[in-house]
């Protein structure tokens, strides 16, 4: 049985090596909630159900800090042009890319994306991920990106799970328009129509060369602060783009992809409360380089590890093979990234209060895995299916 450090605190540098786990070892929840966890000896005696892992082991569910879950279809044709040697750039300019995903959205009504988008949620909570965010960005414009984002909160009524909003207006700017006049529409009648319907916990912008530069970004986070969200960011996807310079201008919860990350931005990082997040499948998908996470850990820096979901540059929602590709590339060792996606994320998204670990009080929401040798087993044996059952809120999954 494996126990993620019980803290609220970020875990970085060398500590994020240090997972404290039990053996032979008994957790009971109740009414939804960690009552207590110890040797299996020690367990209280009472009329509790009892459920017996027989060898498998049982860790924290997954955190997913950063997915776009809501969209209207995938895009395996743009997969084909990548085999082809298509780049992210090209495929965009062509029209494809997050363009393709705006027009499937503008055409489906908000029931069926909902429909839809629950299917997936559904699925990802049966591989092991027990809070998730979600953001907009494939709208572009106001009514489209209100429904993601309804479509968002309405997932988190109904899951039993939490789910964070994010705005993602600033994603790429739509056919029609101009930068400076898309600019407007974000400023004067996005970001208000967002916050007057409290749709959003946070606000993000793709902060890259061709799409928002530094300055804008920055503009576009600035008023979504006043506006009530918490600010992230897409940054250094595709190059050096800023964004880790506009994450700690702006007081940035988080700063999300990093694949390029030169020395003078891990200073930066080190002087701020900016998490960096690493998404190994956008990595891995598109072809680019992974998250230095060695210098982030190097540097003392924590680490929070996402999967990017959506269907142009992540079409994969599955944690286990984050924990994979984290340890093949990024060097990652299994200890250390299960904390980036557990307690790290938690506190991304700050619920570090009721998950991200196994401590008292939190919420039961555990993965119990199938019998394995070691922890290591878990990534090792990538695109395995080694869980037996998810645990939401003392609940186990159907």
Same mark, same amino acid.
């Given at each position: 049985m494996a126990v993620t450090v019980p803290g609220l605190s970020p875990v970085g540098g060398v500590d994020l090596a240090n997972l404290k786990t039990l053996s032979n070892a008994y957790l009971l929840i109740r009414q939804g909630l960690i009552e207590s966890f110890g040797p299996d000896d020690k367990a209280p005696v009472g009329s509790a159900e009892v459920y017996d892992a027989h060898g498998g082991m049982v860790i924290p569910g997954f955190v997913d800090c950063h997915t776009h879950l809501?969209?209207?279809?995938?895009?395996?044709?743009?997969?084909?042009?990548?085999?082809?040697?298509?780049? &992210?750039?090209?495929?965009?300019? %062509?029209?494809?890319?997050? @363009?393709?995903? !705006?027009?499937? #959205?503008?055409?489906? +009504?908000?029931?069926?994306?909902f429909e839809?988008?629950?299917?997936?949620?559904?699925?990802?909570?049966?591989?092991?991920?027990?809070?998730?965010?979600?953001?907009?960005? &494939?709208?572009?414009?106001?009514? %489209?990106?209100?429904?993601? @984002?309804?479509? !968002?909160?309405? #997932?988190?009524?109904? +899951?039993?799970?939490?789910v964070k909003t994010t705005f993602l207006g600033a994603h790429t700017v739509p056919t029609g328009f101009n930068k400076n006049e898309?600019?407007?529409?974000?400023?004067?009648?996005?970001?208000?129509?967002?916050?007057?319907?409290? @749709?959003?916990?946070?606000?993000?912008?793709?902060?890259?060369?061709?799409?928002?530069?530094?300055?804008?970004?920055?503009?576009?986070?600035?008023?979504?602060?006043?506006?009530?969200?918490?600010?992230?960011?897409?940054?250094?996807?595709?190059?050096?783009?800023?964004?880790?310079?506009?994450?700690?201008?702006c007081g940035a919860v988080s700063a999300d992809h990093l694949?390029?990350?030169?020395?003078?931005?891990?200073?930066?990082?080190?002087?701020?409360?900016?998490?960096?997040?690493?998404?190994?499948?956008?990595?891995?998908?598109?072809?680019?380089?992974?998250?230095?996470?060695?210098?982030?850990i190097n540097a003392g820096l924590p680490l929070a590890v996402a999967s990017d979901y959506n269907p142009g540059s992540s079409p994969s929602g599955n944690m286990m093979m984050m924990w994979s590709l984290a340890c093949i590339g990024m060097r990652l060792t299994p200890e250390e990234a299960l904390h980036a996606m557990t307690i790290n994320p938690a506190?991304?998204?700050?619920?570090?209060?009721?998950?991200?670990?196994?401590?008292?009080?939190?919420?039961?929401?555990?993965?119990?895995?199938?019998?394995v040798t070691s922890l290591a087993y878990l990534p090792y044996h990538y695109a395995m299916d080694a869980i037996e059952n998810v645990v939401v809120a003392g609940r186990i999954l159907k």
């Open positions: 809501v969209f209207a279809a995938s895009r395996e044709k743009e997969f084909v042009m990548k085999i082809h040697g298509a780049t &992210y750039s090209e495929i965009a300019k %062509a029209g494809g890319g997050i @363009l393709n995903s !705006a027009a499937a #959205l503008a055409v489906i +009504s908000e029931d069926e994306l839809r988008s629950e299917r997936r949620l559904q699925e990802l909570m049966h591989k092991g991920t027990v809070a998730i965010e979600i953001k907009s960005g &494939y709208g572009l414009s106001v009514e %489209a990106e209100l429904k993601m @984002l309804r479509v !968002a909160r309405r #997932l988190g009524k109904v +899951s039993g799970i939490p898309y600019l407007k529409v974000i400023l004067t009648e996005m970001i208000p129509a967002v916050a007057n319907e409290g @749709l959003a916990d946070f606000i993000d912008v793709f902060c890259e060369n061709g799409f928002f530069d530094p300055e804008e970004s920055e503009v576009i986070l600035e008023a979504g602060k006043k506006a009530g969200m918490i600010p992230r960011i897409h940054a250094n996807q595709l190059g050096n783009s800023g964004g880790v310079q506009v994450a700690v201008r694949e390029h990350l030169s020395e003078e931005e891990i200073r930066l990082l080190q002087a701020s409360k900016v998490m960096p997040v690493a998404l190994p499948g956008a990595a891995f998908f598109l072809r680019l380089p992974f998250t230095p996470a060695r210098n982030l506190i991304v998204l700050g619920i570090q209060q009721s998950h991200g670990s196994i401590a008292v009080g939190k919420v039961g929401s555990v993965i119990v895995t199938k019998p």
